[in-house]
Every structure is written in structure tokens, then in C-alpha cells.
């Protein structure tokens, strides 16, 4: 087990040390539309999640949801806030707000929240508790509104 945890520990670093290299040779546009992408990805899961707590609860999708919001959150995605993706360029809109760039402590904390909720989802899902599911969900639903409310703009 032990074994298990430090090869996951070691992989998430080597993913999100690669993730901000590859950030880094994106231009800005690229940088918006890879994390709107991402977060698209993410939503597509969320509502899938939402759907088997709401209908029929069907443990393994549950748990490849919730596995991919986990992976997700966990590749490194502040890298793809770089300079000059706090505006629209051409054609790739935004809506992250200026004040964004302006606190990046205040939304690395809310950052690090994101990922500690997606990384308990996964955790609960794994176990097939509906219920846990359930809780776990509306948490990480909270952590993603902690930025939504404060930093995208409508």
C-alpha cells in the first residue's frame, strides 16, 4: 500500500511538473482554450456524477467520473494562467476576472481546496457509497463556487 501511494505521489508530481513546462510553450490562446477545455471536461463529469446520484446510481461510472475530475484538477492547470490570458485575444474569450491575477495567494488557497474535494471525491467514490458520493460531491460543487463567485465574470 505504502508502495501504491508513493508511486501515485511521485506520478501527480511528475504530471504536474510536465504540465507546466508544456504551459509554458503555449501561447496565450492556447493557454485559454487548454484549461477551458479542461474545465469543460470536468463539468461533462460533474453532471455525470449529478445524474447517477439524481437516477440510477451506478458505481463505476461514479468512480471513472469522479477519477477524471481528480486527474484533472490534480495536472497542474495554474500553469495555464499565464501572462496575457487575463484577456480575450482574437476570437478565444475569457472570463476570468482581472482581479484574479491581482490575488494570486487568495486563489491558490481556493486552488488547493479544488484539489483536496476532487481528490476526497475520488476517495469516496472509490469506496461505492452513494451517500459518501453524495457529500463528497456537494463539497467539491462548494470549492468550484468559491471561485466561480469571485473570479468569472458572468
Not at 67 to 86: Q, V
Not at 114 to 120: E, M, P, T, V
Amino acid at each position: 500500500m505504502k508502495r501504491l501511494i508513493a508511486s501515485t505521489a511521485a506520478g501527480l508530481l511528475a504530471l504536474s511538473l510536465a504540465s507546466v513546462v508544456l504551459a509554458a510553450s503555449l501561447s496565450p490562446e492556447e493557454q485559454i482554450k487548454t484549461r477551458q477545455a479542461g474545465y469543460a471536461f470536468m463539468g461533462w463529469n460533474m453532471k455525470k456524477i449529478k445524474a447517477n446520484l439524481e437516477g440510477d446510481y451506478n458505481p463505476e461510472q461514479v468512480k471513472a467520473a469522479a477519477n477524471a475530475i481528480a486527474a484533472i484538477a490534480n495536472s497542474g492547470m495554474g500553469a495555464l494562467y499565464g501572462p496575457g490570458t487575463d484577456k480575450d485575444i482574437g476570437s478565444v474569450k475569457t472570463r476570468v476576472k482581472p482581479e484574479f491575477f491581482q490575488n494570486m495567494g487568495e486563489v491558490g488557497q481556493i486552488a488547493r481546496n479544488f484539489i483536496a474535494k476532487a481528490d476526497a471525491l475520488a476517495a469516496a467514490a472509490a469506496t461505492g457509497d452513494e451517500q459518501g458520493v453524495a457529500g463528497a460531491f456537494a463539497e467539491l460543487g462548494e470549492a468550484c463556487k468559491a471561485c466561480h463567485t469571485k473570479y468569472r465574470a458572468d
